[in-house]
């Protein structure tokens, strides 16, 4: 349609029929104008240039939520020690306790404790050789109870098969289980001709707990 047209007064005749009356260009731009911002409804988006040019723009972000169900699947996985009691984790089974069979646990123990000394050699610093022991572990040691308040422990011998907090137990040539308690007894361990004395009251830690605690140089015990 011509946009001539479309301007154009309407003409007298029509203006009675009709029963409107043209208006001045300023009057009709001025009406189009107000109809047009009362029937559109308002934008509600802001100016996105304005806003960037004139303020700092905060982006939402929402942190993820954690899986709750996953980690607690994780913690369930491993068992406590009131399980492995029941389940009984740590007894060892009588045709399991023969001297033999921890043999080859004693000669990869002497091993270790020998490359853990730096040979052990005959000019091997005692002291530098106790404070290694004392952070070892001796599990497939062959320990000698030398001291003790009770008197039935002293001179036991055997292979040490289990250490815990309070305890050692050990696997005697007769093919018996020992349990000794670490207080008030003196433990005596020989590797190469080194003879090094355990005081099980200073020992009372499980082993994973004694490699990273600090000795004193000194240490007595009351028998």
């Given at each position: 349609?011509?946009?001539?047209?479309?301007?154009?007064?309407?003409?007298?005749?029509?203006?009675?029929?009709?029963?409107?009356?043209?208006?001045?260009?300023?009057?009709?731009?001025?009406?189009?104008?107000?109809?047009?911002?009362?029937?559109?409804?308002?934008?509600?988006r802001?100016?996105?240039?304005?806003?960037l040019?004139?303020k700092?723009?905060?982006?939402?972000?929402?942190?993820?939520?954690?899986?709750?169900?996953?980690?607690?699947?994780?913690?369930?996985?491993?068992?406590?020690?009131?399980?492995?009691?029941?389940?009984?984790?740590?007894?060892?089974?009588?045709?399991?306790?023969?001297?033999?069979?921890?043999?080859?646990?004693?000669?990869?123990?002497?091993?270790?404790?020998?490359?853990?000394?730096?040979?052990?050699?005959?000019?091997?610093?005692?002291?530098?050789?106790?404070?290694?022991?004392?952070?070892?572990?001796?599990?497939?040691?062959?320990?000698?109870?030398?001291?003790?308040?009770?008197?039935?422990?002293?001179?036991?011998?055997?292979?040490?098969?289990?250490?815990?907090?309070?305890?050692?137990?050990?696997?005697?040539?007769?093919?018996?289980?020992?349990?000794?308690?670490?207080?008030?007894?003196?433990?005596?361990?020989?590797?190469?001709?080194?003879?090094?004395?355990?005081?099980?009251?200073?020992?009372?830690?499980?082993?994973?707990?004694?490699?990273?605690?600090?000795?004193?140089?000194?240490?007595?015990?009351?028998?």
């Amino acid at each position: 349609m011509d946009e001539a047209l479309v301007r154009a007064t309407i003409p007298r005749d029509l203006e009675k029929v009709l029963g409107v009356e043209s208006q001045t260009n300023s009057k009709a731009e001025a009406f189009t104008q107000a109809f047009l911002k009362n029937s559109i409804q308002p934008n509600t988006r802001h100016d996105l240039k304005s806003m960037l040019t004139h303020k700092a723009v905060i982006l939402g972000y929402t942190r993820p939520k954690k899986d709750k169900s996953r980690r607690n699947n994780k913690r369930a996985k491993g068992l406590n020690a009131r399980q492995k009691r029941a389940m009984k984790v740590f007894q060892i089974k009588p045709e399991h306790q023969r001297y033999e069979l921890f043999l080859p646990l004693h000669e990869l123990w002497r091993q270790y404790i020998i490359d853990l000394c730096s040979g052990l050699k005959p000019k091997s610093n005692p002291q530098f050789v106790q404070q290694k022991l004392l952070k070892a572990d001796f599990h497939g040691a062959i320990i000698t109870v030398v001291r003790s308040k009770c008197p039935s422990y002293v001179g036991t011998t055997g292979i040490l098969v289990q250490e815990f907090k309070h305890v050692f137990k050990i696997i005697t040539k007769e093919d018996k289980l020992k349990v000794i308690p670490k207080r008030n007894s003196v433990f005596a361990v020989e590797i190469n001709g080194f003879v090094s004395h355990i005081y099980g009251s200073k020992f009372e830690q499980r082993a994973s707990e004694r490699s990273a605690k600090k000795f004193k140089v000194k240490g007595t015990i009351d028998l």
